[in-house]
């Protein structure tokens, strides 16, 4: 059975899309991985699409289904897939709510301002409500600043989960997206090297992996 992480924040923007792909690239190198897009806009979709023109590129399952079509195709990759990813539409309806059910993880991408965070929080009551884990993840923040403190701060009284790394504003996630492909298989750009962005979302993953073990 599958390894769920749903990927979820009510305020567009937040960079959920840009973080499934990332992810599934990231472990299919070494893992049946499934991706799931309920988000109407099927960002994830056309990314997708981009990257079958490669077949040289690690397998990435894909599916796109929503309403009374959900619950069965849940199952279905649960069953086939060692990780499933959900990209989730910036609202909350009955489909998001599904698939923060069915996490084993919830995964909260936000950008280091008190908006990202006062968006969070109908994702979070969701979660909660499921007894479901969440995780935050700072997505295009600055390495340090007085409004990033100030946010991890309001996080750290609030009792939640934030990642200890976060991925930084760098051209190479969308450069990356726009030829199909993750960070960590990007063509000629010394993607290895400490401080580059494949580097950067190795250790993303690394963290996510610790908070999944038992």
Same mark, same amino acid.
């Given at each position: %059975?599958? &390894? &769920?992480?749903?990927?979820?924040?009510?305020?567009?923007? =937040? +960079?959920?899309?840009?973080?499934?792909?990332?992810?599934?690239?990231?472990? *299919? =190198?070494? #893992?049946?991985?499934?991706?799931?897009?309920?988000?109407?806009?099927?960002? /994830?979709?056309?990314?997708?699409?981009?990257?079958?023109?490669?077949?040289?590129?690690?397998? !990435?399952?894909?599916?796109?289904?929503?309403?009374? #079509?959900?619950? +069965?195709? /849940?199952?279905?990759?649960?069953? $086939?897939?060692?990780?499933?990813?959900?990209?989730?539409?910036?609202? !909350?309806?009955?489909? *998001? %709510?599904? *698939?923060?059910?069915?996490?084993?993880?919830?995964?909260?991408?936000?950008?280091?301002?008190?908006?990202? /965070?006062?968006?969070? @929080?109908?994702?979070?009551? !969701?979660?909660? =409500?499921?007894?479901?884990?969440?995780?935050?993840?700072?997505?295009?923040?600055?390495?340090?600043?007085?409004? #990033?403190?100030? &946010? @991890?701060?309001?996080?750290? #009284?609030?009792?939640?989960?934030?990642?200890?790394?976060?991925?930084?504003?760098? $051209?190479?996630?969308?450069?990356?997206?726009?030829?199909? %492909?993750?960070? $960590?298989?990007?063509?000629?750009?010394?993607? *290895?090297?400490?401080? $580059?962005?494949?580097?950067?979302?190795?250790?993303?993953?690394?963290?996510?992996?610790?908070?999944?073990?038992?």
């Amino acid at each position: %059975m599958a &390894v &769920v992480i749903t990927v979820a924040q009510q305020k567009g923007g =937040a +960079g959920k899309t840009m973080l499934a792909a990332n992810l599934a690239t990231l472990w *299919a =190198a070494s #893992r049946r991985v499934a991706l799931l897009d309920i988000d109407p806009q099927h960002s /994830l979709g056309r990314w997708h699409e981009l990257r079958a023109k490669t077949p040289s590129l690690a397998p !990435i399952t894909f599916s796109a289904v929503s309403g009374w #079509r959900l619950g +069965g195709e /849940l199952d279905r990759l649960r069953a $086939s897939a060692d990780v499933l990813i959900i990209d989730t539409p910036p609202h !909350i309806d009955t489909d *998001a %709510m599904r *698939a923060i059910r069915a996490a084993s993880l919830v995964l909260l991408p936000l950008q280091p301002s008190p908006p990202d /965070l006062w968006a969070a @929080e109908g994702t979070l009551k !969701i979660a909660a =409500a499921e007894r479901r884990p969440v995780a935050l993840l700072l997505n295009r923040a600055t390495a340090r600043s007085s409004l #990033r403190t100030s &946010v @991890e701060a309001e996080i750290a #009284r609030a009792k939640l989960t934030l990642l200890p790394v976060s991925i930084g504003n760098r $051209s190479a996630y969308a450069q990356a997206f726009a030829q199909g %492909m993750g960070v $960590s298989e990007a063509r000629g750009r010394a993607s *290895a090297r400490p401080g $580059s962005a494949a580097a950067e979302f190795a250790a993303v993953g690394a963290a996510i992996e610790e908070l999944l073990t038992p």
